[in-house]
């Protein structure tokens, strides 16, 4: 169902690109076949609806996400990801810190519960819904707050596909210096990448590096909530932290890595980086399409519209803060 989906977002882009070249004056629209992909999901899954036999193989779109990530570390060298991606580590930090200041205030002001509070603070800060189900069984939130939260980020995620790259646009943004901006302030992964696709093949590789930087920290924030909650009495003990951060941490990272350093050492001709390439696009293909299928609109309204409205509060600032400090790094030389 994923591919099949992809598959008639990709031909749909394909004929109206050539409706729009055989009838010059008709407004066809104008839609690459990944925002093809996520309306035609978002239809599905809030009408009909996913079949029960399927729902297995539409969880899957997580796979096909990390695995396109992982050939996509073929493509960069390792100078590469040791420049920028000490650049990435530096902005992601301040991004934490400002994402889980910012979500906690503006959750007291709100009055939401305290453990929606930290799963909104969680998947705001590092990846969206992947941190939001690695806390789920650390806090031990109720099943509404965690069906809330995911809602709320995957409907954040989906805004952002639609005014990310009109805002660069307007702003003439670099190819490296967007995908940078959307690795950073985009929540959830499947969105911040597609979010970065769309701007550009350039901007999408560098959104994956910074989003594969941010991702690095999903282990210690969520190590940090365990500790908090269950000194609260409200969560299980952490007994072997360094256990609990290796289960945590994302092993995809690893792969992105080791194909850099492959590539970096000449192990792939050009045609075998070509051959990488085209096999991470294909492995977006399904990614993509689960995006909209799980993106469930009735669930924003389980606790009202107040986690919804902390959720674009909060990421209205994050935004701007993190595209002020991208546009600082450049101005001042530190990116090439």
Not at 128 to 133: N, P, W
Not at 209 to 216: D, E, F, Q
Not at 257 to 272: D, E, K, N, P, R
Request: net charge neutral; aromatic share 10%.
């Amino acid at each position: 169902m994923l591919f099949g989906i992809g598959l008639l977002g990709k031909l749909l882009e394909h004929i109206f690109t050539h409706l729009r070249a055989s009838h010059p004056g008709v407004p066809f629209p104008h839609l690459e076949y990944v925002l093809w992909a996520i309306l035609l999901g978002l239809a599905i899954g809030n009408t009909v609806g996913v079949a029960p036999f399927l729902r297995a193989g539409v969880a899957t779109y997580e796979l096909w996400l990390k695995l396109g990530i992982v050939l996509v570390g073929a493509r960069f060298l390792l100078q590469d990801v040791l420049h920028i991606g000490g650049l990435s580590l530096a902005l992601v930090a301040v991004e934490l810190i400002l994402s889980l200041s910012m979500m906690h205030l503006l959750g007291r002001l709100f009055r939401l519960p305290p453990k929606l509070t930290s799963l909104l603070a969680i998947g705001s800060s590092i990846c969206g819904v992947t941190a939001i189900m690695a806390a789920q069984g650390a806090i031990e939130p109720e099943e509404e707050d965690t069906s809330t939260a995911i809602a709320a980020i995957l409907t954040l995620g989906a805004i952002a596909l639609f005014t990310f790259p009109a805002i660069g646009h307007a702003l003439h943004m670099s190819q490296q210096g967007y995908g940078m901006w959307a690795g950073l302030a985009v929540d959830n992964t499947a969105e911040s990448l597609v979010t970065g696709a769309l701007y550009g093949e350039e901007a999408g590789r560098w959104t994956v590096l910074a989003k594969t930087a941010r991702s690095g920290f999903i282990g210690f924030v969520v190590l940090a909530y365990a500790v908090y909650w269950s000194s609260r009495g409200l969560a299980p003990d952490v007994e072997h932290k360094g256990v609990f951060l290796w289960r945590k941490f994302p092993k995809f990272i690893i792969g992105f890595i080791a194909l850099s350093v492959l590539a970096t050492s000449g192990f792939f001709t050009h045609t075998q980086l070509t051959s990488l390439a085209n096999l991470s696009r294909w492995a977006f293909l399904p990614a993509f399409a689960g995006v909209g299928l799980r993106t469930n609109l009735r669930d924003l309204t389980g606790q009202g519209w107040r986690p919804l409205i902390v959720g674009i509060l909060g990421e209205i600032a994050i935004a701007l803060i993190t595209l002020g400090l991208v546009y600082w790094s450049y101005s001042h030389g530190v990116a090439r």
